[in-house]
């Protein structure tokens, strides 16, 4: 494979600074060089640093063949070696004679030392850590991204700092950021009935109370996306759907909930707390009106028929299509 290393010419040792041949010792990095004093090393450095290279190679075969350590010093790592060669240097992960003579050459396994293993241990937690860093990181950014692009149309709901929340004339949608400390499901806790609502953000609630109006608890979901839970709440008075005596003014909601829960009772509830801040209004705007609906969300029909099959509108669409 390569032509047989031949045995550098003795120079005789001198100080690679100053030529002075007392009291040398060799650089530590390269060991090709010699120096008199720490002071000489440091004034010949700028000089010295261009080709000062560690060999691992020359540092292994150092102490069983200092001839060879020499040669390999003098070529290079990239020196290209016999296989003979090569199986001299004394390796700790592997050496050639676990890869030739075999039947099914295979690598034995690496052996480590304490200090070895110890390190490795130190190096796998340090970049475990450093990787969760940068995925809570990225999730947080995400998360944040996600929630500021969500839209909340004049009138029709609004950004309360802890959550958002808009409707059409058929759902309620809540929008509530998660941080990126929240990894596992236990950490989200999401309680919903026909009359009541609770979002708890690792033990801490959000919206928690009474609901403005009813709701079909069984036809409302949640899902989390992209760090931003997402809760759907289907208005059980709703256009299409109205109780007795009601009209379309009365399917519109003012805040997601008109009391809070203290100490578990339910309290009338002031201000933004939990769900309940009130949008200053005092009659469903007129953006309500031309929101989407659907005639009966619970049915397998098409969208925007009534029970008795006529057409109730032509922005009869899921909501899910106006995200």
């Not at 690496?110 to 450093?130: G, I, N, S, V």
């Not at 929340?165 to 596992?184: D, H, N, S």
């Not at 299409?240 to 203290?262: E, H, I, M, Q, R």
Request: aromatic fraction near 8%.
């Amino acid at each position: 494979m390569a032509a047989h290393f031949q045995e550098e010419q003795h120079v005789p040792k001198e100080c690679g600074n100053c030529g002075c041949t007392e009291d040398l010792a060799l650089c530590a990095r390269c060991h090709s060089i010699h120096f008199c004093s720490r002071k000489c090393q440091r004034a010949y450095w700028p000089f010295h640093k261009e080709w000062c290279r560690q060999n691992d190679f020359a540092d292994a075969a150092e102490k069983t063949e200092p001839k060879f350590a020499r040669w390999m010093r003098k070529h290079g790592k990239m020196a290209v070696l016999k296989d003979d060669e090569v199986d001299r240097i004394e390796r700790k992960v592997t050496s050639m004679e676990d890869l030739y003579g075999r039947a099914q050459p295979k690598p034995r396994p690496p052996e480590f030392d304490a200090d070895d293993m110890r390190r490795m241990k130190a190096r796998e937690e340090t970049d475990l850590l450093a990787a969760r860093a940068a995925e809570a990181a990225t999730l947080e950014d995400k998360s944040a991204l996600a929630y500021r692009q969500l839209e909340i149309e004049h009138n029709l709901g609004e950004d309360c700092g802890t959550y958002k929340w808009r409707q059409t004339q058929t759902y309620v949608e809540v929008f509530v950021p998660l941080p990126a400390t929240c990894v596992v499901a236990t950490d989200v806790s999401v309680n919903l009935t026909s009359t009541f609502v609770s979002v708890r953000v690792r033990g801490e609630p959000v919206v928690e109370g009474e609901l403005h109006s009813p709701i079909k608890a069984e036809a409302s979901t949640w899902v989390v996306v992209d760090g931003v839970l997402e809760m759907s709440l289907l208005k059980r008075n709703r256009r299409g759907n109205y109780d007795d005596g009601c009209t379309n003014a009365d399917t519109f909601w003012y805040s997601v909930c008109l009391s809070t829960k203290f100490g578990g009772q339910i309290q009338p509830a002031t201000g933004d707390h939990r769900g309940a801040r009130r949008l200053a209004l005092t009659e469903p705007p007129h953006e309500y009106y031309d929101t989407d609906w659907i005639a009966d969300p619970e049915d397998a029909g098409p969208a925007g028929r009534d029970k008795n099959g006529r057409g109730a509108s032509s922005r009869g669409r899921a909501i899910k299509g106006r995200r």
